[in-house]
């Protein structure tokens, strides 16, 4: 059996047995989730949890001083910004932004694969936002999360691939177990999260293109498309994709005729969120 056969068998049999050790949602996260689903809890309640992280606590403010949630007052304390966003928008938010926290290696190669994958995912969280705008029922915040977290299956992955160096030194092949486990790793962490169904649909439907299913578009839609946008013009498999063919795009109501999705109009709220994120 060649090793990377060992290695996906490993890796599976681990998932399916509890044995795999999934990634940890920082705790400042968890409280402030904790603390939203509380329907007596209070924006000073949030903003107590927020200001034990200071550099949490000063991302946040800048966040809600930002083009893209500035309002005529600016924000200079917490319970400022809890109060302008609202609970829910600064639980996804604080989400959102402990998230790198998690895309760190002691192997240089697997940390050039980390900070690979915070790109792309900071850039498909930045168009899955845009997008978000001109699709009814899918609010923007929850659409920047779900692209942050697309590819959270590669985690897991790439940790473990620290200890296999064979995994490491051979061109191509890390990425060819990554294209073909991280999703459904990325289900099974969602759901050990206790993130909602809709984003555990995110991580494990994202790269299943001939998906279909009744009603309105979705998360999974919107990411799908958002995903693809991020490889034109790129070598990447889903670079090469017929558009036509993949139906998110006419469930979004989205042309397919150009290989490109007109985004002038929103690329300054692109560039903030790439601005906040990064």
Known sequence: MEPEDVFVNELIEDLESGQL??????????????????????????????????ALSARLIQVGNSPLYRGRQEIDR???????????????????????QMFQATNDVVDQHLRAVWE??????????????????????????????????????????????????????????????????????????????????????????ERTHDGGPDLVDLVQVANLQSHIDTDHPLGQVDWGGVSAFQRLGFETDVHEIELLDVQPDIEEVHRLLE
Not at 23 to 33: F, Q, S, Y
Not at 81 to 100: I, Y
Not at 121 to 146: C, E, K, N, T
């Open 78 to 100: 917490l319970s400022m910004v809890v109060a302008r966003l609202g609970n829910k928008l600064v639980r996804n938010l604080v989400t959102s932004q402990v998230m790198k």
């Open 21 to 54: 050790q999934l990634p940890t949602l920082p705790e400042v996260a968890l409280r402030v989730r904790d603390v939203v689903d509380d329907e007596d809890a209070n924006a000073s309640q949030i903003a107590e949890i927020i200001a034990q992280d200071a």
């Open 120 to 209: 792309h995912s900071v850039q498909v969280a930045a168009i899955a936002r845009a997008l978000a705008g001109s699709v009814p029922g899918v609010m923007p915040d929850q659409a920047m999360l779900a692209g942050l977290i697309h590819d959270i299956g590669t985690l897991p992955i790439l940790y473990r691939a620290e200890e296999r160096d064979e995994l490491l030194e051979t061109p191509g092949l890390l990425d060819q177990l990554i294209a073909r486990l991280h999703p459904r790793i990325g289900g099974a962490i969602l759901k050990h999260w206790k993130f909602p169904e809709a984003l555990v649909a995110v991580a494990a439907e994202h790269e299943n293109l």
